[in-house]
C-alpha cells in the first residue's frame, strides 16, 4: 500500500498491516451486522463504520489510541485521522 500524502503527522504511523478478520470482529462474535467496515492502519483490525450501531473502528480508536484507519469497502480508496478529523486519499 502506497502512504497518502501527508495531511496531518499521524499518517507517519501507517503500517503494512494484515486484516485481522473479513468482517467487523466484535460484531462476529456477538452475531450483530454492520454496514460498511474499516481497517485500522496501525495493527490491521477490521470494525463496523459509524453508521453502524456498534461502531466498532472508533471504538478500537477510543481504545487503543490508534488514530489512522482506512475503508475496507471494495473500491473505496480514502482514509481517516480520528485526531486530526482529516480525510485523505489512500492506494
Known amino acids: 500500500?502506497?502512504?497518502p500524502?501527508?495531511?496531518?503527522?499521524?499518517?507517519?504511523e501507517i503500517r503494512d498491516v494484515t486484516p485481522s478478520?473479513?468482517?467487523?470482529?466484535?460484531?462476529?462474535a456477538s452475531g450483530d451486522a454492520w454496514v460498511l467496515l474499516r481497517l485500522c492502519l496501525t495493527c490491521g483490525h477490521v470494525g463496523c463504520c459509524d453508521s453502524s450501531p456498534n461502531r466498532h473502528?472508533?471504538?478500537h480508536y477510543q481504545g487503543?489510541?490508534?488514530p489512522i484507519m482506512k475503508s475496507f469497502?471494495?473500491?473505496?480508496?480514502w482514509?481517516?485521522?480520528y485526531i486530526d478529523r482529516v480525510e485523505f486519499k489512500s492506494l
Open 64 to 66: 487503543t489510541g490508534h
Open 21 to 28: 478478520s473479513e468482517g467487523c470482529a466484535e460484531c462476529m
Open 57 to 59: 473502528a472508533t471504538k
Open 1 to 3: 500500500m502506497s502512504k
Open 5 to 12: 500524502q501527508p495531511t496531518c503527522p499521524h499518517v507517519s
Open 73 to 77: 469497502e471494495p473500491g473505496e480508496n
Open 79 to 81: 482514509g481517516w485521522c
